[in-house]
């Protein structure tokens, strides 16, 4: 069979937590998240193909609350027409269109009050609403099943003044089904 458009993507997550907590998800199965932070919705996130990334996450997550840094490394598997990818803006559905209308379905329905984004503190509520919204309220009912979101996260500072380039940005998938998520090893700190 030739490599198609069509075929489902395969990409490789990394989840950084701590020790404990990576061993439990090894043993039991991922926990979709549901914090206000989660910028794309409800799900599992993963940096895509950038395991230092993960891991410096999980260092600073471990220095904060206690435990030892780790690292899930996980391959995921999307049929393409259940995976909602905002980087790649020629995609039929046009994600950006059908984001920008949920917005507005919102902000009729809610008389405008909607909750602010305060990115400097890492408060994304406003995406989350509106992702989950237009996924759980707008598409699931018409039977438009999405599994999976990927996005472009511009995090740090500019390298340098002026700069669009920031020292923390990366891909990130948010995976709304776990079935998905067909294989994990963990990492730890020898495998960095």
Not at 89 to 95: E, G, L, T, V
């Amino acid at each position: 069979m030739s490599d198609s458009i069509l075929n489902p993507i395969k990409l490789v997550g990394y989840h950084g937590t701590n020790l404990e907590s990576a061993q439990q998800i090894l043993q039991t199965g991922f926990i979709l998240s549901r914090n206000k932070y989660d910028w794309l919705g409800k799900g599992v996130y993963f940096w895509q193909d950038a395991p230092y990334r993960a891991w410096d996450w999980a260092s600073e997550y471990c220095g904060k609350h206690g435990g030892d840094p780790a690292v899930i490394r996980s391959v995921v598997k999307i049929n393409r027409g259940e995976f909602m990818d905002l980087l790649d803006y020629s995609q039929d559905p046009n994600w950006a269109n059908h984001l920008s209308m949920a917005h507005q379905y919102l902000q009729q329905q809610t008389n405008s009050r909607l909750p602010p984004n305060k990115r400097a503190i890492g408060y994304h509520a406003l995406d989350r609403l509106v992702l989950d919204t237009l996924i759980e309220d707008i598409l699931k009912p018409i039977d438009i099943n999405v599994i999976a979101v990927r996005a472009c996260f511009q995090e740090g500072e500019e390298i340098y003044p002026g700069s669009a380039i920031y020292n923390k940005s990366h891909i990130q998938v948010a995976v709304r089904d776990t079935s998905s998520i067909v294989e994990s090893i963990l990492l730890t700190e020898k495998d960095f």
